[in-house]
């Protein structure tokens, strides 16, 4: 009964380097998302997928992107990070009837 | 475009007293609306939603809200407030017209007083 699982849970990284974030679901959801959550901006959407081979920009699409090979996965990647960036990520599935199922977050700081 | 306000960036209640927390939205045509809490370092979870129907909705916990198309408002209520209900709450908003899209507001922190 995992939902979404996010990976890594904590990443510090140095300004440049590169890194990629898994989001894996097993409720078969066609829809998933990637939000950044900051203090006072609350959530923001990056980008998101409507199915497997899809994706679309958000609001805040700079500086990502997004990769949705297989219906379960979703991927976020930094290809040269940025002190902006440190955030801390959610992903989310929703289901047909419209609920986000939500991972536990991913702590990014980027020095 | 769609956007999700929510006024108060920090409410307090005392336990055992009735709790709102408010929020207002703007789309085009009819909103599919949600209610969701965050605890502290944690994803959110979801709390309740307003499809169609009954303007009042009830959700997980005690929680309620009202639906006010003429006031683009979606508050959140609950009679008696208990500490444990201290934490972080998304008002969001999808279209009905729009699949895709799901706009949350700021945030609103909930301390709850013993």
């Known amino acids: 009964n995992a939902g979404v699982t996010q990976t890594p849970k904590f990443r510090v990284l140095k300004t440049g380097q590169s890194m990629t974030l898994l989001c894996a679901q097993d409720?078969?959801?066609?829809?998933m998302y990637w939000y950044r959550q900051d203090p006072g901006m609350g959530l923001r959407l990056i980008h998101y997928s409507v199915g497997e081979g899809t994706t679309a920009k958000g609001e805040v699409p700079d500086g990502y992107n997004v990769s949705r090979l297989k219906k379960q996965n979703f991927l976020l990647g930094l290809e040269s990070a940025a002190p902006s960036q440190t955030s801390v990520y959610f992903c989310?599935?929703?289901?047909?009837?419209?609920?986000?199922?939500f991972g536990s977050g991913t702590q990014l700081s980027v020095l | 475009a769609q956007s999700v306000a929510q006024p108060e960036d920090q409410v307090n209640v005392a336990e055992g007293n009735p709790l709102t927390v408010k929020c207002t939205y703007s789309v085009s045509g009819n909103p599919y609306l949600f209610w969701y809490v965050q605890y502290p370092n944690r994803g959110l979870q979801f709390l309740l939603k307003y499809i169609t129907g009954d303007n009042l909705v009830k959700g997980s916990y005690g929680f309620e809200a009202e639906f006010n198309k003429s006031q683009t408002s979606f508050h959140l209520k609950k009679p008696s407030a208990l500490v444990s209900d201290s934490a972080l709450y998304f008002c969001a908003v999808r279209a009905q017209n729009r699949d895709d899209k799901i706009i949350f507001g700021k945030g609103t922190r909930l301390h709850i007083l013993p």
């Open positions: 989310a599935s929703r289901s047909p009837g419209g609920t986000m199922f």
């Open positions: 409720m078969n959801h066609e829809y």
